[in-house]
C-alpha cells in the first residue's frame, strides 16, 4: 500500500518470510533471464532541484555467489519527458544478510520526477539467477541528513565466499569461480580482447 510497482517489472510483494523490523518486508525473486529482470517498487518524494536528497532502506539477498544478479535502494531523477537523468544506487547480492544500503546527493538540474524505491535485476541469460531473492525493508527518505552507515574495519567478503559482492573494479569485471584456494569460491578474470588495457 502506498507504493508502486514499475510498469513492465516483476512485482515486488509484501512477505513476511524476512523482515528487518516488524512483520512485513517487500519482496522479489527472479523468475526468468529471457530478457533482463527488473523489479522495481518505488515512491515519488518531491525534493527541490539543487537540493540534497538523502535515503536508507535494508535490504537482504539469497543469491546465488556465482550470479551477476543485485538487489537494492536507488533514486531516480527523471527529466519532463520521463528520461532518466541520472540515479543514485546501493546496491548488494549473493548472500548478504540484512545490511543497510544508503545514497545521498544534489537533485539535477531538469528534473521533473524523483522515484526512490527498491530493485532486483538480472542479466539476461544469467541462469545462477534464477530463484534468486531481495527483500527490502525500513526505508527512510529526507531532505536533511540521514547519517551515513559506520564502515567496517576490516575488509567485507576477503575470501570471496559471497561470490564477488562487496567488491568494485575499474576496467573489467571478474566473476565468481568454483576454483579455489581455500572455501567454494575465489575471484576470476580472463583476458577477453587486447584492445585497450
Do not use: C, M
Not at 40 to 52: A, E, K, L, R
Not at 114 to 129: E, H, P, T
Not at 139 to 165: C, H, K, M, R, Y
Amino acid at each position: 500500500s502506498g507504493w508502486t510497482t514499475g510498469v513492465g517489472s516483476y512485482p515486488f510483494i509484501a512477505s513476511t518470510a524476512q523482515t528487518h523490523s516488524g512483520v512485513y518486508s517487500a519482496y522479489d525473486a527472479v523468475n526468468s533471464v529471457s530478457g533482463d529482470y527488473w523489479g522495481f517498487i518505488y515512491q515519488t518524494p518531491t525534493v527541490p532541484v539543487g537540493g540534497t536528497i538523502y535515503a536508507s532502506a535494508w535490504g537482504k539477498t539469497e543469491i546465488s555467489p556465482l550470479s551477476s544478479a543485485v538487489g537494492g535502494l536507488i533514486v531516480q531523477f527523471l527529466n519532463s519527458s520521463g528520461v532518466l537523468i541520472s540515479k543514485l544506487e546501493s546496491k548488494i547480492g549473493g548472500n548478504t544478510d540484512w545490511h543497510q544500503l544508503y545514497v545521498s546527493g544534489t537533485v539535477p538540474v531538469g528534473t521533473v520526477t524523483i522515484k526512490v524505491g527498491g530493485y532486483l535485476w538480472a542479466a539476461n541469460g544469467d541462469s545462477a539467477a534464477l530463484g534468486g531473492k531481495v527483500y527490502i525493508d525500513d526505508f527512510a527518505v529526507s531532505t536533511t541528513p540521514i547519517p551515513p552507515p559506520q564502515q567496517p574495519q576490516e575488509l567485507i567478503n576477503s575470501d570471496f565466499e559471497n561470490g564477488v559482492n562487496d567488491w568494485a573494479w575499474i576496467y573489467r569485471p571478474f566473476v565468481a569461480s568454483t576454483t579455489a584456494h581455500t572455501g567454494i569460491y575465489s575471484a576470476k578474470h580472463n583476458i577477453g580482447n587486447t584492445t585497450g588495457p
